[in-house]
């Protein structure tokens, strides 16, 4: 490609995530009634339990609730990244323990807050969610019954992805906030989940995560993916190819 049609195309992607950051947001009231969740006495229970412990809300906890047991058709561990106090963590491991899943459940966090803000991320300079630690979180995992989990700290990939880059994974959840740390888990992930597997990026319909609403559109464009914007916020990214 010569050097005037790369500049076209750059400048493209630029007017593209200038649109993304500008974008309209505001509360949506779903005319959808159906309350899945309160069918399952025990997800209920579970969520209840980690009140205080996630920033996540009850669609989409029981998304990754139902996602376990969905994905538990493929063969492949599940990794989550972006753990902080340890909420969708426990839902995660909670049931796919109750389900009898096999495979690990891998929980990463730097444990020292969001890491690796830049530009793209109009609400994050770094630092933020430092106020958890490994012992709550395991203190958590004990209190809920589960023992499925092994917690891995530190900054992912850069410093803990060497410790499971034999693993192969059907579900993993990218809860990280900012576009650099989502790039970085993405590419490192992909390359390991198996055919059918699904990515979910919490963050990506929410004002404050402008880097991960734009990480999803560069990704959107793979052609080994299928890119669902779920309303509740989620963007979910089926592989399709091996
Ligand atoms: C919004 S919180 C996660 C919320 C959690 N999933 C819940 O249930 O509410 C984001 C977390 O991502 C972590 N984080 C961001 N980038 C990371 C990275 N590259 N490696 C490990 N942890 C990261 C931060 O430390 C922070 O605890």
């Given at each position: 490609m010569d050097n005037q049609s790369d500049d076209v195309r750059l400048s493209a992607i630029e007017a593209g995530k200038a649109r993304i950051a500008s974008a309209h947001h505001d509360q949506l009231l779903s005319v959808s009634t159906f309350h899945?969740?309160?069918?399952?006495?025990?997800?209920?229970?579970?969520?209840?339990?980690?009140?205080g412990h996630t920033l996540v809300d009850v669609m989409r906890c029981h998304?990754?609730?139902?996602?376990?047991?969905?994905?538990?058709?493929?063969?492949?561990?599940?990794?989550?990244?972006?753990?902080?106090?340890?909420?969708?963590?426990?839902i995660?491991?909670?049931?796919?323990?109750?389900?009898?899943?096999?495979?690990?459940?891998f929980l990463c966090d730097t444990f020292?807050?969001?890491?690796?803000?830049?530009?793209h991320d109009a609400s994050y300079v770094g630092g933020e969610h430092a106020?958890?630690?490994i012992d709550s979180v395991n203190q958590l995992?004990?209190?809920?019954?589960?023992?499925?989990?092994?917690?891995?700290?530190?900054?992912?990939?850069?410093?803990?992805?060497?410790?499971?880059?034999?693993?192969r994974f059907s579900l993993c959840?990218?809860?990280?906030?900012?576009?650099?740390s989502g790039r970085g888990i993405f590419d490192w992930v992909w390359p390991r989940m198996a055919p059918g597997g699904v990515v979910v990026f919490?963050?990506?319909?929410?004002?404050?995560?402008t880097g991960i609403t734009i990480l999803g559109e560069d990704l959107r464009a793979r052609d080994d993916l299928v890119f669902i914007h779920n309303l509740n916020g989620h963007a979910l990214l089926v592989k399709t190819k091996a």
């Open positions: 899945a969740w309160q069918l399952e006495p025990a997800f209920m229970e579970l969520f209840q339990r980690i009140q998304e990754l609730w139902s996602l376990v047991a969905e994905s538990s058709k493929i063969a492949g561990d599940i990794l989550e990244v972006g753990v902080w106090k340890g909420g969708t963590g426990c995660l491991a909670s049931r796919a323990q109750m389900i009898g899943r096999k495979g690990d459940v020292r807050g969001v890491v690796k803000a830049g530009p106020d958890t630690s995992l004990i209190d809920v019954g589960v023992h499925n989990c092994i917690i891995l700290p530190g900054i992912f990939p850069d410093e803990t992805g060497a410790i499971i880059a034999s693993r959840h990218i809860d990280v906030d900012v576009y650099e919490d963050d990506y319909g929410f004002s404050v995560c």
